[in-house]
């Protein structure tokens, strides 16, 4: 028997020697144009918006306390360096740590959720209510009855974390294929298996979503519950660091913590995504460019 | 006499052993929607089914009971043999893969349900592969296949653990007319090197008389068993059939056995 294949697969590429026509050009064109704007204008925006900072201070004569000018706040980063950083492990450390958890609580409920409508039935409210409150007004409480400091923060910034998780992934877990669920049972596949190789890689790219969500708002979360938390002790975070500079007036070290907090949100954001995109570029639609 | 004799299934089926005999089945969803009513049908070994019928007519209800994916309401399915492990196969009118795995995991999936290894059964899926022209795709992913190679890929799936039975629902619609008459071709000539019987699924006639040996046609509301018709053609089947006054005569017999279907009814 022979079976002739189809074509799709094979090379579709014109030869180079051909002269591309207008449209093409234009087209190649505005591409690579956008490519160098992509960058270029953000940049500019951020050096010209950083002149102008520099420029209001100098003109209109504000004193450093009340706003420095930006290579004031470039050379505190640098010399308060060791405190700010110190600082930073201590805020990265519970924002992973919540994260962590968040993830294994989210995607536990979740597994729970889709494999029993009932448990779902009984709990679900529960993870909308934990949701919607806002955690400043909860973590005091938490604080009352949870002794170690870090264990407190850590629960702050899970609840805040969590939730975007939890959906996503029951979500993605009940989103997978009927006519796959039909095939599997014909089959004779168990929960188990099923869950193992249809449902959890169905949810993989509504997961990856929800942890790049989840990964802004457990800083967030951090953050805000060291706001709560308190001036103190051992484990000061950034957010204790600026408080402490705000009390003591010394503003261009409240500038550095809040330039380290955004640049640490930035990076925490842009590695979920590039994990995201490692995972999912062999076959999902979100990950894979488009040739035309 | 014409090659295209009518027949009642029992008469046909009589001459070959048994595989799995539907009985006195109805299937009723909610209250009153009647999508079965007394459906019999004897499959023996080796028989390639049509169900032919206009939509809605019960034709992917009959084949989901058959796959055990939904219970009839009344009436009895039977294997004749205790059905094994990897006894059934369906290929559905998407090629339904999983686009998370390779081609070669897709057709993999009924091995890895039954608990086995990849490294086992390697051989197997080659061989499946091959049977429907795609061992050179083994590592590409569903989206980067044309929609005849998915296909394709769903059928290598269907034919990996050399079922006894495979039901096919539709599996050519969604595919262009030149697609789906090499594909016509090669599920004859793959049927030929496995032997499997075949329940398939279309709404074309002129599908269903180039691959049956039995074309069981239905009716509409309620959906049930109208009449059989028996194909007499010897397999195998070329594509010398297909152009032959033969192929022609056999098509005009089952379009009027179908209108007279359709007729039967009056809402079409
Ligand atoms: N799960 C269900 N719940 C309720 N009604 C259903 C269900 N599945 C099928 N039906 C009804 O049963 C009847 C038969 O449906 P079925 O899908 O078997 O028809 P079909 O012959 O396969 O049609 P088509 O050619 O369009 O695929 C239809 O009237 C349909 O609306
Ligand atoms: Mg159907």
């Not at chain 2, 799995?20 to 009513?37: E, I, Q, W, Y």
Request: charged share 20%; with cysteine; glycine share 6%.
């Amino acid at each position: 028997m022979t079976i002739t294949e189809d074509t799709r697969l094979q090379d579709a590429t014109t030869p180079a020697a051909l002269p591309a026509d207008a449209e093409e050009l234009a087209r190649m064109r505005r591409r690579r144009a956008e490519k160098i704007g992509q960058w270029l204008l953000p940049t500019l925006v951020v050096l010209l918006s950083l002149v102008a900072w520099d420029r209001i201070v100098v003109i209109n004569e504000i004193p450093h306390y009340i706003l420095p000018r930006p290579g004031l706040v470039a050379k505190t980063l640098v010399e308060d360096w060791p405190i700010l950083f110190d600082s930073l492990l201590v805020t990265l450390q519970i924002t992973m740590g919540a994260l962590a958890i968040a993830v294994l609580g989210g995607v536990g409920l979740a597994v729970l959720f889709t494999q029993s409508r009932w448990i779902e039935m009984s709990f679900f409210p529960y993870a909308v209510i934990l949701q919607v409150t806002p955690i400043v007004s909860v973590a005091p409480l938490i604080f009352i009855y949870v002794d170690s400091k870090i264990a407190g923060l850590l629960i702050c910034a899970w609840i805040v974390a969590f939730f975007p998780i939890l959906s996503n992934t029951t979500l993605g877990l009940r989103s997978a294929d009927h006519n796959l669920r039909d095939l599997f049972n014909v089959y004779g596949a168990t929960r188990w298996q099923r869950l193992r190789f249809l449902q959890l890689p169905s949810a993989l790219p509504y997961f990856l979503g929800g942890l790049r969500i989840a990964g802004g708002l457990s800083l967030i979360g951090a953050v805000v519950a060291e706001y709560v938390a308190g001036t103190g002790g051992i484990g000061s975070g950034l957010a204790f660091r600026i408080l402490e500079a705000g009390y003591r007036l010394n503003i261009p070290r409240m500038f550095a913590a809040l330039l380290l907090i955004a640049l640490t949100g930035i990076v925490i954001f842009a590695s979920l995504s590039f994990l995201s995109h490692m995972l999912l570029r062999k076959w999902h639609e979100s990950a894979i460019k488009r040739e035309t | 006499m014409t090659a295209l004799a009518a027949s009642r299934a029992s008469a046909d089926a009589g001459a070959r052993p048994p595989l799995l005999s539907v009985s006195h089945v109805d299937k009723v969803f909610g209250r009153d929607v009647v999508a079965l009513s007394d459906m019999n049908l004897e499959v023996g070994q080796g028989d390639f089914i049509s169900l032919l019928g206009p939509s809605g007519c019960g034709k992917s209800t009959a084949l989901r009971l058959i796959a055990g994916l939904s219970h009839p309401s009344s009436g009895t399915i039977r294997w004749a043999q205790e059905r094994k492990d990897g006894d059934l196969s369906v290929v559905l009118q998407e090629p339904t893969l999983m686009p998370w795995a390779t081609v070669a995991q897709n057709v993999f999936l009924p091995f890895r349900l039954q608990g086995r290894r990849y490294r086992a059964v390697r051989d197997e899926i080659l061989e499946a592969l091959k049977l429907v022209g795609l061992e050179k795709f083994q590592n590409a992913y569903p989206r980067e296949l044309s929609g005849g190679m998915k296909m394709r890929v769903s059928i290598a799936r269907a034919l990996v653990t050399r079922p006894r039975l495979m039901l096919m629902d539709e599996p050519f619609a969604a595919l262009d007319e030149i697609t789906r008459f090499k594909l016509n071709n090669d599920i004859l000539a793959m049927r030929e090197k496995i032997g499997c019987t075949v329940i398939f699924v279309t709404h074309s006639v002129f599908e269903s008389v180039f691959l049956s040996d039995r074309i069981v046609i239905m009716a509409a509301r309620p959906g049930r068993v109208i009449r059989e018709l028996a194909v007499a053609e010897p397999y195998p089947r070329s594509e010398a059939f297909r152009t032959s006054p033969d192929y022609a005569a056999q098509c005009r017999a089952a379009s009027e056995a179908l209108k007279e279907a359709m007729g039967a009814h009056d809402d079409h």
